[in-house]
């Protein structure tokens, strides 16, 4: 049974840095996309970063570039470091795994955690 579990998640000041970790069991995932999701108050969920299986390349929301950091060490474990965290980051972050692209959309995950929360105090 596949299992995506999110960890690294807390109540932080604005400024501050984040280390999500998302570790993923059931099967091997080296032909996978590995992302990051986000879903803020009353908002929908939406993509924040990805680490592709091809050539490991990186994408990310322009929200986010240059103060998110997507890693991936291993075929089914994946970090987001979150630096300069401000408080519209607050949100609940998901992790997913999926085979295709494009790597921003939501329905191309066929895998996903059950997320952490992420409180960004200003």
């Known amino acids: 049974q596949v299992q995506l579990v999110e960890s690294g998640g807390g109540l932080v000041q604005a400024g501050s840095s984040l280390r999500l970790s998302c570790v993923a069991s059931g099967r091997s995932f080296s032909n996978y996309n590995m992302a990051w999701f986000r879903q803020a108050p009353g908002k929908e969920r939406a993509f924040v970063a990805a680490s592709t299986w091809i050539s490991l390349s990186t994408h990310y929301d322009d929200s986010v570039k240059g103060r998110f950091t997507i890693s991936r060490d291993n075929a089914n474990t994946v970090y987001l470091q979150m630096n300069s965290l401000k408080p519209e980051d607050t949100a609940v972050y998901y992790c997913?795994?999926?085979?295709?692209?494009?790597?921003?959309?939501?329905?191309?995950?066929?895998?996903w955690g059950q997320g952490t929360q992420v409180t960004v105090s200003s």
């Open positions: 997913a795994v999926g085979p295709t692209f494009p790597t921003v959309r939501e329905t191309n995950y066929n895998f």
